[in-house]
């Protein structure tokens, strides 16, 4: 990543990190990153959600993803091994995803963190979730900044996989507010490990339904008001589902 500015963006990263943290039922160990912040929870060894921002200078095609799955040393009790997941079925499934961190090779090899880490059936991750993504680039692309809070439904008497015992969630959340000329929309998706459906508007729901679904308050930075604007139901003619994405080149 070249250029003067990358070193501002962090910094402006960093201190708008708090907008993005939701409140929580179950209180989690929360790390922060230089481009993500992560709710980590040690009962599960994975993060009960992963907040960051997009915005279109973070949409270059910088950096090429390198798989450096490791341990995450701000975990104080420690997090999941790679190891873990061998032979257990599952991929290492990034909540936040590699290809949001492209602009950067410090957050890039940051979201191989296992502290970022959720265990996803290949079908899911390489599949419907990678495709979802993908439109989520599209969308913060064509709009002004785009918090992305995203992460696994987790509950008591989960399966468990790997020597540190890696609940294995049923589904999958991922929640999205968008500025755009001054306007906020948001919208959610949940998503089991057997997605059967090829239109992703099948996983759209309210931004309520996944705070009901996790016990998180994901913007309690908004009024009151304006969370029941964005978060009960689903402006439609905000999201366009057939918006396609690609980089930006990296200059500067």
């Known amino acids: 990543m070249k250029g003067p500015w990358i070193g501002l963006l962090m910094m402006t990263t960093l201190a708008h990190a708090q907008v993005w ?14 481009a993500i912040t992560i709710g980590y929870i040690e009962e599960h060894e994975q993060p009960q959600w992963v907040a960051y921002a997009l915005r279109k200078e973070h949409l270059r095609d910088c950096v090429d993803r390198r798989d450096n799955f490791r341990e995450d040393p701000r975990i104080r009790s420690g997090s999941a091994l790679p190891t873990d997941y061998r032979s257990s079925g599952y991929d290492r499934g990034h909540i936040a995803p590699a290809g949001d961190m492209k602009w950067s090779k410090q957050a890039m090899d940051e979201s191989f963190f296992m502290s970022n880490i959720t265990p996803q059936s290949p079908k899911m991750n390489r599949g419907r979730w990678a495709i979802l993504e993908n439109l989520t680039r599209a969308w913060a692309k064509d709009g002004d900044e785009t918090i992305v809070v995203s992460g696994p439904v987790l509950r008591d008497n989960l399966p468990r996989i790997g020597a540190t015992g890696i609940s294995v969630p049923d589904e999958h959340f991922k929640v999205l507010l968008r500025s755009k000329r001054g306007q906020r929309s948001a919208i959610a998706f949940l998503m089991t490990q057997d997605p059967s459906a090829n239109d992703l508007q099948t996983y759209a729901v309210p931004v309520r339904m996944i705070e009901e679904r996790t016990g998180l308050d994901f913007f309690p930075h908004l009024s009151q008001r304006e969370q029941d604007r964005v978060e009960e139901k689903i ?7 057939r918006a396609k994405f690609s980089y930006f080149p990296c200059s500067g």
């Not at 943290?21 to 230089?34: G, K, L, V």
């Open 21 to 34: 943290i939701p409140q929580e039922e179950n209180p989690s160990d929360i790390i922060q990153h230089s």
């Open 235 to 241: 402006e439609w003619s905000a999201w366009d589902f």
